[in-house]
């Protein structure tokens, strides 16, 4: 490594680090907190055995379960304008990441929801709680505490996924890392930089992660 | 009084409760005894709309429930009057002792959260778990967790308490703490329905007794009766039976 290429990384992390907290950070939060909600609604109609909405959320689950994100991008950002439906890279990005977590954490929200114990739920019935307040109160906060460890993998994945957004040219680190590369044909470093930067933004989650899991514990 | 009427249930093929009916006065302590898979549990099952009986009714509180189609609305206002204890507590995990009592007065009686609090220390002082008011369901041996389930269970003072099998999940020498509260609250004059196979509450703590087989009630009478002069053959054989064990 030259001390010129050097300069221009040193250079280039600010920029690199700013495009993560304009666009990767947004989007993976946005997401995320709009997959868990479609993801948590689309167990409880599993759960709660809801006609036609049980059956739409399982084809949903299927659907996105079964093809690529890079398609599914393609789909909203490329395919929805010729049946008039226009949308900007950024929401496209938002709308095909949020269905993915959604479909993908739904399956492990169902099964931390199975995995308590059916009696409590009775036991809520029995004090004379609502299905929906038992949910609310006893059986989705221990199912989150399971859920937790594998969500925070679906995250972590999530930031990475973000690059995705990239083959719709949202300007995310990927493609900032490439057009700041392309005035040196520096690539191999500015690219090196850009796994930097996602390797300092799971380090992070991951040791958020960790703390929570021991507040947690102490919790029980 | 609870007055149960004709309920019948089955599971497929099986007839699990061919037509049971029974009647508890107010204060009243009935021990409910049987072989396994005499329909004990689907029967206070379907007494708590936990099953859905093919047939029966329960008048209770004055108001007649019918327990193969009642709407969700008096299915909730029913069970806001009776208490269940099961075999297994099924404590709320996430909740401390305290509020796993106080949790369906605030969540499902919307009581105010002071009011139920001092409700609910009682309710654990009489089980004589106050001075773990704030441990995980996960901290408490199973002794203790099952009176905190009857702490929940009593709380809200309701007209009759539904107990399964309470002390079978236990080690049997955590069972007698759980009857020694179980007995207190029969004294107190709590009603009571308890599915149990412990002879000696049965004989002590229980006004009545009622012998199931075979989805049917085959004999009911007075604790005393019961174990001195049992009416009918199969009483005689169950009681038989467990002495010889
Ligand atoms: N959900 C169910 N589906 C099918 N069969 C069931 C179900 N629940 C109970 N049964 C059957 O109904 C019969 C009565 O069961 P139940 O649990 O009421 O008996 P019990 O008197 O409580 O027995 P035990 O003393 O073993 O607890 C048994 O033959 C059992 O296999
Ligand atoms: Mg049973």
């Known amino acids: ?220 | 009084m609870i007055e149960v009427m004709n309920i019948q249930k089955r599971f497929g093929e099986k007839e699990v409760l061919k037509d049971v009916s029974f009647r508890v006065n107010d204060g009243d302590v009935i021990a409910v005894l049987g072989p396994s898979g005499s329909g004990k549990t689907t029967m206070l099952r379907c007494l708590s709309f936990l099953e859905t009986a093919d047939g029966g009714k329960v008048i209770f509180d004055g108001k007649e429930y019918d327990l193969h189609h009642s709407s969700k609305k008096d299915i909730l206002n029913y069970r806001k009057k009776i208490g269940f204890v099961f075999q297994n507590y099924q404590l709320f995990g996430n909740k401390t002792a305290l509020e796993n009592v106080t949790e369906g007065l605030i969540i499902a009686r919307k009581m105010d959260k002071k009011e139920a609090v001092d409700r609910g220390m009682k309710a654990l002082e009489r089980v004589g778990m106050l001075d773990h008011k704030d441990f995980y369901p996960s901290r408490l041996s199973g002794g203790q967790q099952q009176r905190v389930a009857i702490a929940r269970a009593m709380v809200s003072e309701p007209g009759v308490i539904f107990f399964d099998e309470p002390t079978s999940a236990l080690d049997p020498e955590l069972t007698g703490e759980v009857l020694n509260v179980m007995e207190k609250l029969a004294d107190e004059g709590t009603t009571m329905v308890v599915v149990t196979h412990e002879m000696e509450f049965a004989r002590r703590g229980a006004d009545r007794v009622i012998l199931m087989e075979d989805g049917l009630i085959v004999e009911e009478d007075s604790s005393d009766v019961f174990f001195t002069s049992p009416k009918t053959d199969r009483a005689k054989a169950f009681l038989e039976g467990i002495r010889g064990r």
């Not at chain 1, 700013?18 to 167990?43: C, D, H, N, R, Y």
């Not at chain 1, 949020?98 to 809520?124: D, F, H, M, N, W």
């Open chain 1, 1 to 220: 490594m030259t001390e010129r290429i050097l300069q221009e990384l040193i250079e280039s992390f600010p920029k690199l680090l700013l495009t993560a907290l304009k666009v990767t950070v947004p989007l993976t939060a946005i997401s995320f907190t709009i997959g868990i909600m479609i993801a948590l609604m689309t167990a409880l109609v599993q759960i709660a055995k809801i006609p036609v909405l049980r059956q739409l959320a399982r084809f949903y689950v299927w659907i996105i379960r079964g093809t690529p994100m890079l398609v599914q991008l393609f789909v909203v950002y490329f395919g929805l304008p010729s049946i008039g439906i226009t949308m900007s890279a950024f929401p496209s990005a938002i709308i095909v990441l949020s269905l993915s977590v959604g479909a993908y954490c739904s399956e492990t929200i169902r099964g931390a929801i199975e995995s308590v114990p059916k009696g409590q739920l009775e036991a809520c019935y029995c004090v004379g709680m609502t299905f929906p307040q038992a949910m609310r109160r006893v059986i989705i906060p221990q199912a989150m505490t399971a859920a937790f460890p594998p969500l925070s993998n679906s995250l972590i994945g999530l930031v990475k996924d973000t690059s995705l957004a990239y083959s719709i040219a949202v300007v995310e680190i990927m493609a900032q890392a490439q057009r700041i590369a392309s005035r040196t044909y520096d690539y191999f470093w500015l690219y090196l930089e850009a796994g930097l930067i996602y390797l300092i933004i799971c380090t992070l989650l991951t040791w958020i992660q960790r703390l929570v899991e021991r507040r947690m514990e102490r919790k029980r």
